[in-house]
C-alpha cells in the first residue's frame, strides 16, 4: 500500500523489494547452456575468439557462453519522505545458444515464487530460443570469399551477441547469416555508420547473393 516515510511498519517498500529481486536475477548467469558440439567446437578455435573480441569488443568471448542480465528500467517512488507502493523493472534477458527458454523461464519463476507480491509480464516480440545455423554452411563461405577479395582478410563464422531478424528465417527452416557493420557505435548517443563501411556492406550482400543464386 504504500506509506509515509516515518511509518515504515505500515507498509514494505516496494523499491527495497525490486532492489532484492535485480541481486536475484543476477543469479541467472550462472546457469549453464549446453552448447551443440558443431558451435562448442567453432567457439573453441583461436581465430574466432579473436575475431570475437575484435568485432565485439574486449571481453565478449567471455559473454557469448552464458546468459546475461540487463536490468534496462527500474522505476519506483514518487518523494523522498514517501514509502513506494509501486516499482517497476524491466529485465532484458540474452540467452546463449544450448540455454532453452523455457529453462531460464522456470527459474525465473522460482525466484519470483520468494516474491508474492510481485508479478510478471513477459514481452511479447521475445518467444524465442536462442538460434544458430550451420557455421560450414555454403553461404558463409561465399560471404568469406568477396569479404577476402574485397579487404584482404577472411573473417570467421562467430556467434554475436545482439538479437537479429535471423530467428525469423531460421523459424521457417531458412539457414540465415549476418555480415553487418561494426557495432561499436551502436545503443549510444550519436548512433552511427560510416558511410565507407555502410556501401561496403551492400556490396558484400550483392555479391553473396549473386554468387549463391548463380
Given at each position: 500500500?504504500?506509506?509515509?516515510?516515518?511509518?515504515?511498519?505500515?507498509?514494505?517498500s516496494?523499491?527495497?523489494?525490486?532492489?532484492?529481486l535485480v541481486?536475484?536475477?543476477?543469479?541467472?548467469?550462472t546457469?549453464?547452456?549446453?552448447?551443440?558440439?558443431?558451435?562448442?567446437?567453432?567457439?573453441?578455435?583461436?581465430?574466432?575468439?579473436?575475431?570475437?573480441?575484435?568485432?565485439?569488443?574486449?571481453?565478449a568471448?567471455d559473454?557469448?557462453?552464458?546468459?546475461?542480465?540487463n536490468?534496462?528500467?527500474?522505476?519506483?517512488?514518487?518523494?523522498?519522505?514517501?514509502?513506494?507502493?509501486?516499482?517497476?523493472?524491466?529485465?532484458?534477458?540474452?540467452?546463449?545458444?544450448?540455454?532453452?527458454?523455457?529453462?531460464?523461464?522456470?527459474?525465473?519463476?522460482?525466484?519470483?515464487?520468494?516474491?508474492?507480491?510481485?508479478?510478471?509480464?513477459?514481452?511479447?516480440?521475445?518467444?524465442?530460443?536462442?538460434?544458430?545455423?550451420?557455421?560450414?554452411?555454403?553461404?558463409?563461405?561465399?560471404?568469406?570469399?568477396?569479404?577476402?577479395?574485397a579487404?584482404?582478410?577472411?573473417?570467421?563464422?562467430?556467434?554475436?551477441?545482439?538479437?537479429?531478424?535471423?530467428?525469423?528465417?531460421?523459424?521457417?527452416?531458412?539457414?540465415?547469416?549476418?555480415?553487418?557493420?561494426?557495432?561499436?557505435?551502436?545503443?549510444?548517443?550519436?548512433?552511427?555508420?560510416?558511410i565507407?563501411?555502410?556501401?561496403?556492406?551492400?556490396?558484400?550482400?550483392?555479391?553473396?547473393?549473386?554468387?549463391?543464386l548463380?
Amino acid at each position: 500500500p504504500g506509506a509515509h516515510g516515518a511509518y515504515p511498519h505500515l507498509s514494505r517498500s516496494a523499491t527495497k523489494i525490486a532492489a532484492r529481486l535485480v541481486t536475484e536475477l543476477e543469479s541467472l548467469e550462472t546457469l549453464t547452456p549446453q552448447m551443440p558440439e558443431q558451435v562448442a567446437r567453432v567457439m573453441d578455435d583461436p581465430a574466432v575468439r579473436a575475431a570475437i573480441e575484435r568485432g565485439l569488443g574486449k571481453g565478449a568471448t567471455d559473454v557469448v557462453p552464458r546468459l546475461t542480465v540487463n536490468i534496462g528500467v527500474l522505476q519506483g517512488g514518487v518523494k523522498v519522505n514517501m514509502l513506494p507502493g509501486e516499482a517497476v523493472i524491466e529485465a532484458d534477458l540474452r540467452l546463449p545458444v544450448g540455454l532453452p527458454r523455457a529453462a531460464v523461464l522456470a527459474a525465473v519463476e522460482k525466484i519470483l515464487a520468494r516474491y508474492p507480491e510481485v508479478t510478471m509480464e513477459q514481452g511479447k516480440s521475445q518467444n524465442f530460443d536462442a538460434t544458430w545455423s550451420d557455421p560450414e554452411h555454403a553461404m558463409v563461405a561465399i560471404v568469406q570469399r568477396n569479404v577476402e577479395a574485397a579487404l584482404g582478410f577472411r573473417p570467421p563464422a562467430i556467434v554475436t551477441l545482439g538479437g537479429t531478424d535471423c530467428r525469423f528465417w531460421r523459424a521457417r527452416g531458412v539457414p540465415a547469416y549476418v555480415y553487418g557493420c561494426s557495432p561499436d557505435r551502436m545503443g549510444a548517443p550519436d548512433e552511427r555508420v560510416p558511410i565507407d563501411e555502410f556501401l561496403h556492406i551492400v556490396r558484400i550482400h550483392a555479391l553473396a547473393a549473386f554468387d549463391y543464386l548463380g
